[in-house]
């Protein structure tokens, strides 16, 4: 399922050299006593949860709001646990940019070499992408995946996007623990600091539109370009979620045969044929609304911000029971890791620092 989210503001910058080097070694530590002394599906699952990931960062070595914190992270555990991947049973595909789009043949290639079953695995990758980046237009352009799994199939996903317009960044929590459907309410907690409208169909008000579209996707390609040339003429209410755009019915047309061709038996059949995105999932909501009368969600899927508040209350109090489990989890990690003193040393005085921050509030 779909653990979380976080929204995030947009600061320049990157980790300089020497603290990057000690987040890999304290990432490195930090997550070799969890695996050791949980196992490595409760890291997957504190990966997940946007509230851990967060105190993670902050740990590490980063501002608590900083949207930097979801990059560095995640690549300073890929370096970091190089080459203890299989003593671990914890891998990790996928990254930023170019290394985002590599995720599939990556996952395929440790599969191959540790005799996984990796086809459900890229499957899973695929779909938390598309989800995000299609079925779920919240304004934010992925620009990071990065793949979490371990042998029994268990995996967990965090990827972010980012929104020019606004500044901001906003990370999404996926695990697979416990998931039934990717494309109905996937998320088990969406964190962000600003909300707005966007077309969203794994919501559960978008049920009827969602199989209104699948329905769509058996339909000729001929009937759905003869309906949107009259989605192209109509003017849409400015109350309307959906922007006004004029559909290019050349790219369009190839992607509807691509979908009749392909015949899909439910949306989320319909979502992961390729070369459906964004404008093909917007004009078909806009003949769905047009031929049936259903019309989709627009609601952010957000429920919470940040990691843990802030001491002024804004954007909401801190939820100290989770604050004081995190610092409690990571104490006990410290304490029993393998690490050099003086990381140790800097480590446990953030930690230090984060209690007094909530004896404040």
Excluded at 145 to 164: L, P, R, S
Aim: hydrophobic share 35%.
């Amino acid at each position: 399922m779909k653990t979380g989210t976080a929204h995030l503001p947009l600061h320049y910058g990157k980790a300089p050299s020497w603290l990057f080097q000690r987040m890999k070694e304290l990432a490195k530590e930090i997550t070799a006593f969890i695996i050791d002394a949980y196992g490595p599906q409760e890291m997957l699952r504190r990966i997940s949860d946007p509230f851990w990931f967060q105190a993670f960062g902050c740990l590490l070595g980063f501002d608590w709001h900083s949207s930097g914190v979801t990059t560095t992270v995640c690549g300073a555990l890929k370096e970091g646990l190089k080459g203890l991947e299989i003593s671990l049973g914890f891998f990790i595909a996928g990254g930023k940019g170019r290394a985002s789009r590599k995720t599939p043949a990556e996952i395929e290639t440790i599969c191959n070499q540790n005799s996984i079953d990796g086809s459900q695995l890229i499957y899973a990758s695929k779909m938390a992408a598309k989800v995000d980046s299609a079925a779920v237009q919240d304004g934010y352009q992925l620009y990071h995946h990065c793949f979490f799994f371990i042998a029994n199939g268990t995996w967990a996903v965090v990827q972010q996007g980012m929104n020019e317009e606004n500044r901001s960044a906003r990370r999404y929590h996926w695990l697979s623990e416990g998931i039934k459907d990717f494309v109905c309410e996937p998320h088990w907690a969406v964190c962000c600091d600003h909300k707005q409208e966007g077309l969203n169909l794994v919501a559960l008000e978008s049920e009827t539109a969602r199989s209104s579209i699948t329905q769509l996707g058996k339909e000729k390609p001929n009937f759905l370009i003869k309906e949107i040339k009259k989605v192209n003429e109509l003017y849409l209410p400015h109350s309307h979620a959906i922007p006004q755009e004029k559909f290019r019915l050349e790219q369009l047309e190839k992607t509807f045969i691509r979908i009749y061709e392909h015949y899909p038996q439910n949306f989320e059949e319909l979502l992961g044929v390729e070369g459906v995105g964004p404008k093909t999932l917007r004009a078909l909501s806009l003949i769905s609304e047009l031929v049936y009368g259903a019309k989709p969600s627009f609601k952010d899927p957000t429920r919470f911000s940040f990691a843990h508040g802030g001491k002024d209350g804004h954007p909401y109090p801190v939820d100290r029971i989770t604050y004081d489990k995190t610092i409690e989890v990571l104490k006990v990690a410290l304490d029993k890791a393998k690490i050099g003193d003086r990381d140790k040393i800097e480590a446990l005085r953030r930690l230090k620092h984060l209690t007094r921050f909530d004896q404040l509030i």
